[in-house]
């Protein structure tokens, strides 16, 4: 057993050799070709250590350049940038003599200690190589190490869409390092707010940089703290675009679907379409407003609000003429079972009348045979209290007018329900178009106050 380990040490041994060997054979092939100042920085500079390695934490100053922000898309909330990241840092192995820097060929980097930065939400990224891998690198006398980057980059941003388009958006890029926690690595920003330049001049399609400023922070995960710098910028949509794409379009349809008030209930071809027109017309428009955003319920947002208002508007002057419609033709339904009512009791009267008349015919006939007969009791009590208009008439003539009070009171409660029924107590059904010319703009006036109130000063 001691034989085995004596030889796998003496074997472990060896590889450690040739492997410092390959790596010596390494640096005095790149020397060979750099100059006597450069051969002598790199004499005995070990890449894989970091600066000030047993004291302390290297730190490394940060500053960023915005040469574009190219796309914005609220379907995948992220943006697209592509900025100058540049990198100082001080390392006393690269210390010499002299009072001016020297200016290094990007792909002598890899000769070089640097740090590993990378942006935390990125996407995707990638590095710019034309004509060759954009890369700066620059040592000064005192050690300071200048590393300049040109990057374009893929960044998800977290966007709140209630307020669309007047909303404001608050996007940031988070630079931080990978692998050494903050007992090895310090990130600072080297100006402060200043730090970042490029967006007073950059200029956006949809919107406006309001604000930026920057912070430094700290990740926490499970293997360590790690240091992070963020630069946070604030997005304004500029809201003119859709307010001529989208607002004026659907106020001009609701104004449109309006018209057929103006226009005569008997006119149904007319009326019917522009009603259907319109609100095909609105939901055209509701759709491709959707289409350049993102399909989630939880988004109610501001022009899907005021969309649904128009479209309410323009349905609501279809049903109304519906209504109208129906009302004119139960309208005059209702006119004519009044006139056959009338008619109806007009014959009552008539026969009541007539009734009477024969009624009163027929005593005056049983009174005359009745005078000349003597007078007696018991046979003239039997024969004419049949007939006798003091004891049998008048109980048949006080009977009808209960059933022709109750045909009365039956027809006056059917007039109340045909009346409550008939256009809610509209009794000319053309006054809902007239109506309807004064509440229907008057309603949308109000509700686009308080629409343009809420989502701009709340």
Same mark, same amino acid.
């Given at each position: 057993?001691?034989?085995?380990? %004596? ?11 040739l ?13 060979e070709?750099?100059?006597p ?21 290297? #730190?490394?100053? +940060? ?13 995948? +909330?992220?943006? #697209? ?8 840092? #001080? ?7 002299g ?17 590993? $930065?990378?942006i &935390? ?13 954009? %890369? ?22 977290? *966007? ?5 388009? *007047? ?25 402060g707010?200043?730090?970042?330049? @490029? ?11 309001e604000?930026?400023?920057?912070s ?34 659907s ?9 057929s008030?103006?226009?005569s209930?008997? /006119?149904?071809?007319? %009326?019917?379409?522009?009603? &259907?027109?319109? &609100? ?9 407003? %959707? $289409? ?15 969309l @649904? ?8 002057? =279809?049903?109304e003429?519906a ?12 006119? +004519? ?41 018991d046979? $003239? ?6 007939? /006798?208009?003091?004891? /049998? ?5 006080a ?17 109340k ?21 004064? $509440?229907?703009? =008057? ?16």
């Amino acid at each position: 057993m001691r034989q085995c380990d %004596r030889s796998a040490g003496f074997v472990g041994d060896t590889g450690m050799r040739l492997l410092e060997n390959s790596l010596l054979n390494a640096e005095v092939k790149e020397g060979e070709i750099l100059p006597p100042t450069i051969h002598k920085l790199m004499k005995g500079y070990n890449k894989y250590l970091r600066p000030f390695f047993d004291n302390g934490p290297v #730190t490394v100053g +940060m500053s960023l350049d915005i040469a574009s922000i190219d796309t914005i898309s609220e379907i995948n +909330m992220d943006y #697209t940038a592509t900025i100058f990241l540049r990198q100082r840092w #001080t390392d006393e192995r690269l210390v010499f003599e002299g009072n001016k820097s020297l200016s290094l060929d990007g792909r002598l980097v890899e000769l070089l200690w640097v740090p590993d $930065t990378f942006i &935390v939400d990125s996407k995707k990224s990638f590095l710019h190589d034309i004509t060759v891998e954009n %890369r700066l690198i620059r040592i000064f006398p005192n050690g300071t190490v200048l590393y300049a980057l040109r990057i374009t980059t893929t960044v998800a941003c977290n *966007m709140d869409l209630t307020k669309y388009p *007047m909303d404001k958006q608050t996007c940031t890029l988070q630079l931080e390092s990978w692998g050494y926690n903050i007992n090895d690595v310090m990130f600072y920003w080297t100006r402060g707010n200043e730090s970042v330049s @490029g967006l007073d001049t950059l200029q956006l399609a949809q919107y406006t940089v309001e604000d930026h400023y920057t912070s430094v922070s700290e990740a926490i995960y499970e293997t360590g703290r790690y240091p992070r710098l963020v630069f946070h910028f604030e997005l304004k949509r500029s809201i003119l675009y859709f307010i001529l794409e989208t607002y004026v379009p659907s106020s001009l349809l609701v104004v449109l679907s309006w018209v057929s008030f103006w226009i005569s209930l008997s /006119s149904v071809p007319a %009326r019917i379409c522009i009603g &259907v027109t319109t &609100v095909l017309t609105m939901t055209t428009l509701m759709m491709g407003a %959707r $289409t350049s955003l993102p399909n989630a319920n939880c988004f109610i947002k501001a022009i899907d609000v005021y969309l @649904g208002i128009c479209f309410s508007f323009i349905f609501g002057a =279809l049903i109304e003429y519906a209504v109208a419609h129906f009302c004119t033709l139960t309208h005059s339904d209702a006119h +004519m079972l009044m006139y056959r009512h009338q008619m109806h009791d007009f014959d009552d009267e008539m026969n009541g009348i007539i009734t009477t008349i024969s009624t009163h015919a027929r005593a005056k006939r049983r009174k005359e045979p009745a005078a000349n007969p003597p007078p007696a009791p018991d046979s $003239t009590e039997l024969t004419v209290s049949p007939s /006798s208009p003091s004891g /049998s008439e008048p109980k048949p003539e006080a009977s009808p007018p209960k059933p022709t009070n109750w045909c009365l009171t039956a027809l006056v409660t059917l007039r109340k329900v045909l009346r409550s029924i008939n256009c809610c107590h509209v009794e000319n059904p053309h006054h809902i178009d007239n109506y309807s010319r004064v $509440t229907f703009p =008057l309603s949308f006036v109000m509700v686009n106050l308080l629409y343009w109130t809420y989502y701009l000063y709340f």
